[in-house]
């Protein structure tokens, strides 16, 4: 299948959309009844791995959930150099912007492996944000996160270095696994995506940290922070 054609919505079992519905941070907090009234808004989609869910471009008229595998989102410099802005996995969404005003996809979201995608037109998200209101301050603090997350990441590129960056990085991924033993959420391609700069010197800085005993390294992914203190210090 051309990675430029998405699938038509697949008539699934109630249950699994229901799944994904309750996988999302903005509704998981709901009970079983306002659950289903939402599922029954949602539409699954499989598609292939390097299909789009959108591009830069497409209307940006819903919400996206992830319900199985990975989706990447990321934008497009003006030399055609791809940034990464984030990583989906099951019970991530996107497309939040579209809930308050109508507004063209600035960004390109991508299958990176076989997925399963519901979404859920922004008409009928704001019916139900006048439905169950409580809905909306999961929305906003959402909002805030990720807002939060991506002016870090500016002013990171901006005038961090490279080790400084990548250090952080680490020290997140371990506070988000909740241990310092963890595999890292993304290929090193796409971490230097994220980071700013190339997947060599991705791999060159990792063997520098290794090599000063600040972690160890254990395949592609597998990372253990060794010296937590260390890479906090890193300039």
């Not at 940006?60 to 990447?72: A, E, N, P, T, Y």
């Not at 579209?98 to 390109?108: E, N, V």
């Not at 901006?158 to 988000?176: C, E, G, K, P, W």
Request: aromatic residues 6%; contains cysteine; charged residues 20%.
């Amino acid at each position: 299948m051309s990675p430029d054609l998405r699938s038509p919505p697949e008539k699934v079992h109630e249950h699994a959309v229901e799944s994904c519905v309750a996988r999302v941070p903005i509704f998981n907090h709901l009970p079983v009844d306002q659950l289903s009234v939402i599922a029954g808004k949602a539409l699954m989609h499989t598609y292939d791995r390097g299909q789009f869910i959108h591009r830069a471009g497409d209307p940006s008229d819903k919400l996206f959930i992830v319900h199985r595998g990975q989706v990447k989102v990321y934008r497009l410099a003006d030399n055609g150099k791809e940034q990464l802005v984030r990583i989906l996995s099951a019970g991530d969404f996107a497309g939040e912007l579209a809930l308050f005003a109508a507004t063209s996809q600035d960004s390109y979201a991508q299958a990176m492996q076989p997925s399963q995608v519901c979404t859920i037109y922004q008409t009928d998200v704001r019916r139900l944000l006048l439905q169950y209101p409580d809905i909306s301050l999961h929305v906003l603090a959402e909002l805030s996160r990720r807002l939060d997350t991506s002016e870090k990441q500016t002013a990171a590129i901006a005038t961090a270095s490279i080790n400084a960056r990548l250090a952080q990085y680490l020290v997140d991924q371990a506070h988000h696994a909740g241990s310092d033993d963890f595999s890292l959420s993304m290929s090193r391609r796409h971490m230097a995506s994220f980071l700013g700069t190339t997947p060599e010197t991705v791999s060159r800085r990792l063997g520098e940290f290794e090599e000063a005993g600040w972690i160890s390294q254990s395949g592609q992914r597998q990372i253990t922070i060794l010296d937590r203190a260390a890479l906090l210090r890193v300039e």
